[in-house]
Structures are given as structure tokens and as C-alpha cells.
């Protein structure tokens, strides 16, 4: 069975996120390489905004696929979650051991816990023949987790671990917005489940 076109650009996503990793799997703060960097920002934008490509070209022309249904999700959180992990990694800490982005490890488990839960949640209420779409909240999650990692590829590229008094407001503002809404898409997400969950664990 050929593989429609929504569902070649969310495997070209796939494909991206490979080369994004491969990319930031090179950079090291201790001997910073701005430019891979760059690659690495110019890839991600690429990637991320296949994720709206997709998702438009199947509503526009009804290709709309079970295939797509999974694929599309979970593509958006091997890059999301990928990048997070990366960002928070050893390779981004200078030789003082801290991270230049700011993010600290407990931020990316929430961020990956919110996400596993929320599969987990999906295909809970999924197997109970209850359809799980996504809610607003869930979409701009990942627009804002999509932009902190833009703006912190850009702003660590700039000005390294440091840099000027707005350079790092900015990143604080963004690492603590992601939490925030991440956080705030979980809760969302649990309030909807609430039914099912009371229900499974009345049976």
C-alpha cells in the first residue's frame, strides 16, 4: 500500500529529527562550534514546520489515515523530547558544569513525562472506542516547545553561556514558559480523562 503524501512529509520529519540529533550529537560548549549550531536551528525550523505541512495537506485533501494518527504524534515527540534531552545534556555545559541554555534536567522530565502519560492516555481512552484529539492547549504546547528550542539554538550560538542581561531574560522567560504550559497541557489533558479514569478504576 503506498504511503500517501501527509504521511511522506511526517517521515521526512523523522528523517530531520535524525539529522538535527546527528548535528547536536557534535557540538560541545567546552569548544563551542557555533555554525553546527546554526545547521542544527535551520534543521529544526525545517522539521517543525512540516508538523503544520502535514497536517493541513491531509484536512485539505481528506487523507486523513490511521497511519498519520500515530505517526504524526509520535514523530512531534521523538524531535521535541529529543531536542529537550540534547539541550539539557552534557554537551551543552562548559567547563564550570553549567548548562548554557538554562534548561535543568527535572524540565525535560516534565516535559517527557507530560508526554507519556498523555500517550498512555490516548490509547487508554482509544481501546474504550472514546476518540482522544488534540486540544488547543496541546498544539500551542507544542508551538512554544518548538519555539524555546529556536531561541535557545539562536541565543547559545550568539552569546555562549553568558551574554548579555536580555540574552539570558529571554531564555529564562522561554525555558520557564515551556514548563508552564507543558505543566498546564498535562492538568488539561488529565480533567479530560477524568471520566474514563474514574470509570476504569470503578471496574
Known sequence: MPINVP?????????????????MGQYSQRQPRSWL????????????????LDGYYARKHNQVTSLGRIL????????????FIFLAGPGF???DGENATGLRPWMVVVV??????????????????????AEFIGK????????TVGALLLIVARYGSNGPQAAVIIKTLFVWLTVVVT?????????????????????
Request: charged letters at 15%; a neutral charge; aromatic letters at 10%.
Open 37 to 52: 549550531l546554526d545547521i542544527g536551528l535551520v534543521t529544526f525550523v525545517i522539521a517543525a514546520a512540516t508538523d503544520y
Open 93 to 95: 555545559c562548559g567547563d
Open 140 to 147: 500551542a504546547k507544542m508551538w512554544v516547545q518548538s519555539i
Open 183 to 203: 505543566s498546564a497541557s498535562l492538568v488539561t489533558y488529565l480533567m479530560k480523562s477524568r471520566g474514563l479514569l474514574l470509570e476504569a478504576h470503578q471496574a
Open 112 to 133: 517527557l513525562g507530560r508526554e507519556l502519560l498523555v500517550t498512555g492516555l490516548r490509547g487508554f481512552s482509544e481501546s474504550r472506542g472514546v476518540a482522544y484529539g
Open 72 to 83: 504524526d504524534p509520535f514523530v512531534d515527540k521523538v524531535l521535541v523530547c529529543g531536542a
Open 7 to 23: 504521511n511522506q512529509i511526517t517521515l521526512l520529519r523523522l528523517v530531520l529529527a535524525i539529522v538535527f540529533f546527528a548535528v
